[in-house]
């Protein structure tokens, strides 16, 4: 069964940095995209951040590019999600998802196998 565990999520002040890890359990990543999703209650899960199976590519929202980075290492079968500049509007539930489309669009019904998700706290 493919299992991907998120962490790294937690409370952190405006401007700060966090990075989230994406683990998988069970099998290897190297066959499959990565993104990273968010969503806020009453808030449709919306894409972060997508990194091909290659890990040539990467796709960012326009809401985080600059500021966020994703990287994967399928040595250790985990995907990164650094971010930086953090602001109040990124607080959210994080969740990585995996996708067999080598580059998909950061549309949650591309992606399966999701996460429990890691709480991100944006706050003073």
């Known amino acids: 069964q493919l299992h991907l565990v998120e962490s790294g999520g937690g409370l952190v002040q405006p401007g700060g940095s966090l990075r989230l890890s994406c683990e998988a359990s069970?099998?290897?990543?190297?066959?499959?995209?990565i993104g990273w999703f968010r969503q806020v209650p009453g808030k449709e899960r919306e894409g972060v951040s997508c990194?091909?199976?290659?890990?040539?590519?990467?796709n960012y929202a326009d809401s985080v590019k600059g500021r966020f980075t994703i990287s994967r290492d399928n040595a250790k079968s985990t995907v990164y999600l650094q971010m930086n500049g953090l602001k109040p509007e990124d607080t959210a539930v994080y969740y990585c998802?995996?996708?067999?489309?080598?580059?998909?669009?950061?549309?949650?019904?591309?992606?399966?196998?999701w996460g429990q998700g890691t709480p991100v706290t944006v706050s003073s």
């Open positions: 069970g099998f290897t990543l190297d066959y499959y995209a």
């Open positions: 998802a995996i996708s067999d489309i080598p580059m998909p669009t950061m549309t949650p019904r591309w992606f399966t196998s």
């Open positions: 990194i091909s199976r290659s890990g040539d590519s990467t």
